[in-house]
Protein backbone atom coordinates (compact mmCIF):
# COMPACT_ATOMS: atom_id res chain seq x y z
CA UNK A 1 0.00 0.00 0.00
CA UNK A 2 1.63 3.49 -0.85
CA UNK A 3 1.96 5.72 1.76
CA UNK A 4 1.34 9.42 0.87
CA UNK A 5 3.41 12.19 1.39
CA UNK A 6 1.63 13.51 4.28
CA UNK A 7 1.59 10.28 5.69
CA UNK A 8 5.29 9.84 5.51
CA UNK A 9 6.10 13.08 7.27
CA UNK A 10 3.41 12.11 10.01
CA UNK A 11 5.49 9.00 10.48
CA UNK A 12 8.35 10.39 10.57
CA UNK A 13 7.34 12.65 13.17
CA UNK A 14 6.22 9.85 15.57
CA UNK A 15 9.39 8.20 15.18
CA UNK A 16 11.12 11.19 16.07
CA UNK A 17 8.93 12.08 18.99
CA UNK A 18 9.09 8.55 20.56
CA UNK A 19 12.75 8.16 20.07
CA UNK A 20 13.49 11.34 21.51
CA UNK A 21 11.73 10.37 24.50
CA UNK A 22 12.50 6.73 24.95
CA UNK A 23 16.57 7.50 24.44
CA UNK A 24 16.05 9.97 27.39
CA UNK A 25 14.96 7.11 29.48
CA UNK A 26 17.53 4.43 27.88
CA UNK A 27 19.90 5.53 26.25
CA UNK A 28 20.98 5.60 22.38
CA UNK A 29 22.00 1.70 23.04
CA UNK A 30 19.83 1.28 25.22
CA UNK A 31 16.64 0.48 22.84
CA UNK A 32 16.90 -1.56 19.37
CA UNK A 33 15.35 -0.45 16.30
CA UNK A 34 12.55 -2.92 16.08
CA UNK A 35 11.66 -1.43 19.81
CA UNK A 36 11.74 1.95 18.30
CA UNK A 37 9.98 1.89 15.52
CA UNK A 38 7.38 -0.44 17.40
CA UNK A 39 6.95 2.42 19.79
CA UNK A 40 5.84 4.84 16.94
CA UNK A 41 3.25 2.20 15.35
CA UNK A 42 5.22 1.68 12.92
CA UNK A 43 7.63 -1.76 11.46
CA UNK A 44 11.28 -1.55 11.10
CA UNK A 45 11.03 -1.77 7.15
CA UNK A 46 10.46 1.41 7.03
CA UNK A 47 12.94 2.88 9.63
CA UNK A 48 15.66 3.14 6.51
CA UNK A 49 12.66 5.43 4.49
CA UNK A 50 13.04 7.66 7.16
CA UNK A 51 17.03 7.71 8.30
CA UNK A 52 20.02 6.53 7.13
CA UNK A 53 20.78 4.85 10.55
CA UNK A 54 20.32 4.65 14.21
CA UNK A 55 23.50 7.43 14.12
CA UNK A 56 21.32 9.76 12.44
CA UNK A 57 17.76 8.89 14.24
CA UNK A 58 20.01 9.86 17.60
CA UNK A 59 21.09 12.90 15.97
CA UNK A 60 17.70 14.18 15.32
CA UNK A 61 16.00 12.70 17.94
CA UNK A 62 18.50 14.61 19.87
CA UNK A 63 17.69 18.14 18.15
CA UNK A 64 14.16 17.36 19.08
CA UNK A 65 14.33 16.61 22.81
CA UNK A 66 16.73 19.89 22.99
CA UNK A 67 14.76 21.64 21.02
CA UNK A 68 11.70 20.79 22.95
CA UNK A 69 13.71 21.58 26.17
CA UNK A 70 14.39 24.77 25.41
CA UNK A 71 10.81 26.20 24.27
CA UNK A 72 9.92 25.01 27.87
CA UNK A 73 12.60 26.78 29.36
CA UNK A 74 11.38 29.70 27.76
CA UNK A 75 7.83 29.36 29.31
CA UNK A 76 9.07 28.60 32.38
CA UNK A 77 12.02 30.76 32.99
CA UNK A 78 9.43 33.85 31.25
CA UNK A 79 7.09 33.58 34.08
CA UNK A 80 9.69 33.19 36.89
CA UNK A 81 13.39 32.06 37.22
CA UNK A 82 13.04 30.87 40.86
CA UNK A 83 9.86 28.47 39.95
CA UNK A 84 11.43 27.14 37.17
CA UNK A 85 14.95 25.94 38.96
CA UNK A 86 12.55 24.41 41.86
CA UNK A 87 10.45 22.39 39.11
CA UNK A 88 13.71 21.58 36.93
CA UNK A 89 15.39 19.86 40.55
CA UNK A 90 11.98 18.51 41.84
CA UNK A 91 11.56 14.83 42.50
CA UNK A 92 8.65 14.82 39.25
CA UNK A 93 12.11 15.41 36.87
CA UNK A 94 14.44 13.38 38.83
CA UNK A 95 11.84 10.32 38.32
CA UNK A 96 10.40 10.52 34.47
CA UNK A 97 13.86 11.33 32.57
CA UNK A 98 11.98 10.29 29.20
CA UNK A 99 9.68 13.75 29.56
CA UNK A 100 12.77 15.15 31.22
CA UNK A 101 15.99 17.30 30.16
CA UNK A 102 17.62 16.07 27.43
CA UNK A 103 21.15 17.75 28.77
CA UNK A 104 20.60 15.40 31.95
CA UNK A 105 19.54 11.90 29.85
CA UNK A 106 21.71 12.19 26.66
CA UNK A 107 24.91 14.13 27.83
CA UNK A 108 26.57 10.24 28.27
CA UNK A 109 25.62 9.18 24.86
CA UNK A 110 26.36 12.32 23.12
CA UNK A 111 29.76 11.96 24.43
CA UNK A 112 30.46 8.68 23.23
CA UNK A 113 28.65 9.45 19.86
CA UNK A 114 29.75 10.72 16.51
CA UNK A 115 29.99 13.96 15.20
CA UNK A 116 26.80 14.53 13.92
CA UNK A 117 25.26 13.86 17.55
CA UNK A 118 27.96 16.09 19.37
CA UNK A 119 27.46 18.90 16.95
CA UNK A 120 24.02 18.64 17.74
CA UNK A 121 24.11 18.30 21.39
CA UNK A 122 26.56 21.49 21.19
CA UNK A 123 23.75 23.65 19.13
CA UNK A 124 21.52 22.44 21.55
CA UNK A 125 23.65 23.33 24.90
CA UNK A 126 23.94 27.25 22.78
CA UNK A 127 20.58 27.79 22.91
CA UNK A 128 19.78 26.63 26.16
CA UNK A 129 22.44 29.03 27.52
CA UNK A 130 21.18 31.90 25.02
CA UNK A 131 17.78 31.47 27.00
CA UNK A 132 19.07 31.35 30.40
CA UNK A 133 21.14 34.33 29.74
CA UNK A 134 18.60 36.51 29.01
CA UNK A 135 17.58 35.90 32.81
CA UNK A 136 20.81 36.51 34.67
CA UNK A 137 20.88 39.83 36.52
CA UNK A 138 24.64 40.61 35.58
CA UNK A 139 25.84 43.77 34.22
CA UNK A 140 26.94 42.75 31.07
CA UNK A 141 26.41 40.15 28.34
CA UNK A 142 30.18 38.12 29.47
CA UNK A 143 28.97 38.28 32.59
CA UNK A 144 25.64 36.65 32.24
CA UNK A 145 27.39 34.02 30.42
CA UNK A 146 29.16 33.20 32.66
CA UNK A 147 26.38 32.72 35.09
CA UNK A 148 24.32 30.80 32.55
CA UNK A 149 27.42 28.39 32.53
CA UNK A 150 27.13 28.35 36.09
CA UNK A 151 24.03 27.75 36.69
CA UNK A 152 23.37 25.67 34.29
CA UNK A 153 26.28 23.46 34.76
CA UNK A 154 25.16 23.06 38.41
CA UNK A 155 20.85 22.57 37.40
CA UNK A 156 22.56 19.32 34.96
CA UNK A 157 24.95 18.03 37.88
CA UNK A 158 22.72 18.12 40.36
CA UNK A 159 20.12 16.26 38.67
CA UNK A 160 22.25 13.68 37.16
CA UNK A 161 23.68 12.88 40.42
CA UNK A 162 20.58 12.76 42.03
CA UNK A 163 19.22 10.01 39.67
CA UNK A 164 22.37 7.95 39.73
CA UNK A 165 22.34 7.65 43.46
CA UNK A 166 20.70 5.19 45.46
CA UNK A 167 19.56 7.21 48.62
CA UNK A 168 16.76 8.99 48.62
CA UNK A 169 18.40 11.49 51.21
CA UNK A 170 21.64 12.10 49.23
CA UNK A 171 19.17 12.56 46.45
CA UNK A 172 17.44 15.34 48.03
CA UNK A 173 20.96 16.91 49.45
CA UNK A 174 22.63 17.21 45.84
CA UNK A 175 19.26 19.29 44.66
CA UNK A 176 18.85 21.27 47.88
CA UNK A 177 22.49 21.99 47.93
CA UNK A 178 22.29 23.42 44.17
CA UNK A 179 19.24 24.92 45.02
CA UNK A 180 20.42 27.12 47.48
CA UNK A 181 23.48 27.97 45.90
CA UNK A 182 21.96 29.37 42.98
CA UNK A 183 21.03 32.79 42.82
CA UNK A 184 17.37 32.28 41.49
CA UNK A 185 17.22 29.19 43.59
CA UNK A 186 15.41 30.63 46.49
CA UNK A 187 17.65 29.26 48.65
Known amino acids: ?39 AGLTRG ?13 AQATRRAMQTNRDEWKKQTDRSLTA ?45 LATLQTQMPAADAAEQREEALVMLSTLVGALLLSRAVGDERLSRELRDAARHHLPAGGG
Open 1 to 39: MKVTREQAEANRERILDSAAQLFRERGFDGIGLNDLMQA
Open 46 to 58: GFYGHFESKDDLA
Open 84 to 128: WVRTYLSDAHRDHPGAGCSLVALAGDAARGGPAVKQVFSEGVERL
